[in-house]
């Protein structure tokens, strides 16, 4: 199984020849999924006991499960928040599986935890934070925010008064669904602020002044959102940030979709108080173009990310030796065993520079522009609110839930785009209305045209 033969040489050559197909083609199908039963009778048993090959289990790949996937990187796949990874930072992803790196500590992955750090000297740069300031690539936002928010409970819970209490944390109903599943993962509680809008310095303010005298003792951080998913809207980080600061409270910034934003002057002012926060998110597989999976969470103070997450066992000595000295990674965040995710946006990177990546992010932010000019002309949608960062939210005039979600799969079946419904609180009610949020440079005026005309 790990030796090499003939075989083995003719399936690295089939395997090339796929990714540089794949990587240099200008179009790709949109796929669609199937469901279990239809896969299953595809392809039929393809784990045995003596194995189906490798040349008749990568043609199943290349002819059926290949197929019924959506590629993140298709120009009218606007869903959700789309990737669109750079060809350099994909062909790279192939050297960091072929390297074999271990990339928690410097003694088993200097080369590559050194090109991450560079890679991660450029975003630190890009939030403003203090000199001293670092951070680590992660898987996403989810781990990244979850090692964010152990780090600034385990901060709060050196003081011995809160060494038994039970952490609350306060963010707004718009925050991104991972804040709340990892305040359950880190056993806190969450209070959420009823505002999809922007969450200001004083809904925050009269938040804290609502609290009970145990609520308030209780209370260690606020998440606050550089771009919620939903609707690309930028919270008020400078008056939160103000009055975190009066009230010694960990300031952590969920910047995973919106970061990439910082790279734009164009709207780089409306992250102003970033600079502020004790921690942020970034995830550089959306609007960084890096093929998944490649988070990232940033420390005003790394040494209290250390003191929250490094290891200890007899067997990971040696990695703290001064034989083995450098910087870590796995000490600052939640995992352990880790890949050097952050490689291929280094090379992609140190290939086209930091301007070309301004460039490619402005042009998700014109493009978000574009469709609001398109849906005001267009007599059938409106737009719910103006365009925020990437994402705009409009409404079929006249249509129910159910319209929605029929056009979507309609589209979706004919290879055509993926557009999602989502929900946006109108008055007391969550009305559902559609979406788009752009990431990829290659989306045009056209397709966003005729993704509006398919709602006649």
């Known amino acids: 199984m790990h030796k090499i033969d003939i075989d083995l040489i003719e399936m690295t050559l089939d395997v090339m020849k796929y990714a540089i197909g794949r990587i240099s083609a200008t179009e790709h199908p949109?796929?669609?999924?199937?469901?279990?039963?239809?896969?299953?009778?595809?392809?039929?048993?393809?784990?045995?006991e003596s194995g189906v090959g490798g040349e008749y289990a990568f043609n199943l790949w290349k002819e059926h499960l290949s197929k019924a996937n959506v590629p993140v990187d298709h120009p009218r796949n606007l869903a959700f928040v789309p990737a669109s990874p750079t060809r350099a930072a994909i062909m790279f992803d192939l050297v960091t599986s072929a390297s074999s790196i271990h990339g928690a500590y410097w003694m088993e992955g200097a080369g590559g935890i050194f090109c991450e750090n560079e890679a991660m000297k450029w975003i630190v740069s890009l939030t403003g934070?203090?000199?001293?300031?670092?951070?680590?690539?992660?898987?996403?936002?989810?781990?990244?925010?979850?090692?964010?928010?152990?780090?600034?409970?385990?901060?709060?819970?050196?003081?011995?008064?809160?060494?038994?209490?039970?952490?609350?944390?306060?963010?707004?109903?718009?925050?991104?669904?991972?804040?709340?599943?990892?305040?359950?993962?880190?056993?806190?509680?969450?209070?959420?602020v009823d505002s999809?809008?922007?969450?200001?310095?004083?809904?925050?303010?009269?938040?804290?002044?609502?609290?009970?005298?145990?609520?308030?003792?209780?209370?260690?951080?606020?998440?606050?959102?550089g771009g919620t998913t939903n609707a690309g809207i930028i919270d008020d980080?400078?008056?939160?940030?103000?009055?975190?600061?009066?009230?010694?409270?960990?300031?952590?910034?969920?910047?995973?979709?919106?970061?990439?934003?910082?790279?734009a002057d164009s709207?780089?002012?409306?992250?102003?108080?970033?600079?502020?926060?004790?921690?942020?998110?970034?995830?550089?597989?959306?609007?960084?173009?890096?093929?998944?999976?490649?988070?990232?969470?940033?420390?005003?103070?790394?040494?209290?990310?250390?003191?929250?997450h490094s290891q200890q066992g007899s067997?990971?000595?040696?990695?703290?030796?001064?034989g083995a000295h450098g910087f870590n990674p796995t000490d600052y965040q939640i995992q352990l065993t880790r890949r050097v995710r952050g490689l291929p946006l280094w090379f992609s990177l140190a290939t086209h520079g930091t301007d070309k990546y301004k460039e490619a992010v402005e042009r998700g932010l014109e493009l978000a522009q574009i469709a609001g000019k398109l849906i005001e002309e267009n007599p059938n949608v409106e737009l719910v609110r103006e365009p925020s960062l990437s994402c705009v939210l409009y409404r079929r005039i006249g249509w129910k839930p159910e319209d929605y979600t029929h056009w979507?799969?309609?589209?979706?079946?004919?290879?055509?785009?993926?557009?999602?419904?989502?929900?946006?609180?109108?008055?007391?009610?969550?009305?559902?209305v559609s979406r788009f949020c752009f990431i990829n440079p290659d989306t045009t005026e056209e397709d966003i045209r005729l993704i509006l005309e398919s709602m006649n």
Not at 414 to 432: H, I, Q, R, S, Y
């Open 408 to 432: 979507t799969y309609e589209n979706h079946k004919k290879g055509f785009a993926l557009v999602t419904p989502t929900k946006w609180k109108n008055g007391d009610t969550f009305e559902t």
């Open 196 to 225: 999809e809008e922007r969450l200001t310095g004083s809904d925050l303010r009269e938040t804290i002044d609502k609290l009970n005298f145990h609520q308030r003792k209780r209370l260690f951080a606020v998440v606050a959102t």
């Open 267 to 308: 709207v780089r002012h409306l992250f102003n108080g970033i600079e502020r926060a004790d921690s942020i998110t970034i995830d550089p597989h959306k609007w960084m173009f890096s093929p998944y999976d490649c988070g990232a969470v940033i420390y005003k103070n790394p040494e209290l990310a250390k003191n929250a």
């Open 129 to 192: 934070l203090p000199e001293g300031a670092f951070g680590v690539f992660t898987s996403g936002g989810t781990a990244a925010n979850l090692s964010a928010i152990v780090t600034a409970r385990e901060h709060w819970r050196e003081d011995d008064t809160y060494k038994r209490e039970k952490g609350l944390i306060i963010t707004s109903i718009g925050a991104h669904s991972s804040v709340k599943a990892m305040a359950k993962v880190a056993d806190v509680d969450i209070l959420l």
């Open 30 to 48: 949109i796929g669609k999924p199937k469901k279990y039963e239809e896969l299953k009778e595809l392809v039929g048993e393809t784990v045995t």
């Open 315 to 322: 067997y990971l000595d040696i990695f703290k030796d001064e």
């Open 237 to 263: 980080l400078e008056g939160i940030a103000e009055i975190c600061e009066k009230e010694n409270i960990w300031l952590h910034v969920d910047a995973a979709y919106g970061g990439g934003a910082l790279a």
